[in-house]
């Protein structure tokens, strides 16, 4: 069945970095395109960053342009986001999705 196995979250202090793992399984990962969102209490589901299947193409989300880079090795079925320089506003539960699947989330929160 398929999974998605998110981790790297944790609390860490303003301007810290942080680095967002997801393992894949269950599916072809190296050809689907992957995106991380994130969902903060009381807020709207946003979404962080996007991947192409290969690799090769990546958007953004204007909160996080120039603080966060999306990456993927498709040989070990995983996604990664490194977010840099974090803000309290960056506090959420960050899930990485397929757009049809998602995993459980990882919980990011930043202290001021």
């Known amino acids: 069945q398929v999974q998605l196995v998110e981790s790297g979250g944790g609390l860490v202090q303003s301007a810290g970095s942080l680095r967002l793992s997801c393992v894949a399984s269950?599916?072809?990962?190296?050809?689907?395109?992957m995106n991380w969102y994130r969902q903060a209490p009381g807020k709207e589901r946003e979404l962080v960053s996007l991947?192409?299947?290969?690799?090769?193409?990546?958007i953004y989300a204007d909160s996080v342009k120039g603080r966060c880079t999306i990456s993927r090795d498709n040989a070990k079925n995983t996604l990664y986001l490194q977010m840099d320089s974090l803000n309290p506003e960056d506090t959420a539960v960050y899930y990485c999705?397929?757009?049809?699947?998602r995993g459980q989330g990882t919980q990011v929160t930043i202290s001021s």
């Open positions: 999705n397929t757009g049809i699947w």
């Open positions: 269950g599916f072809t990962f190296s050809t689907y395109g």
């Open positions: 991947i192409s299947a290969a690799g090769g193409s990546t």
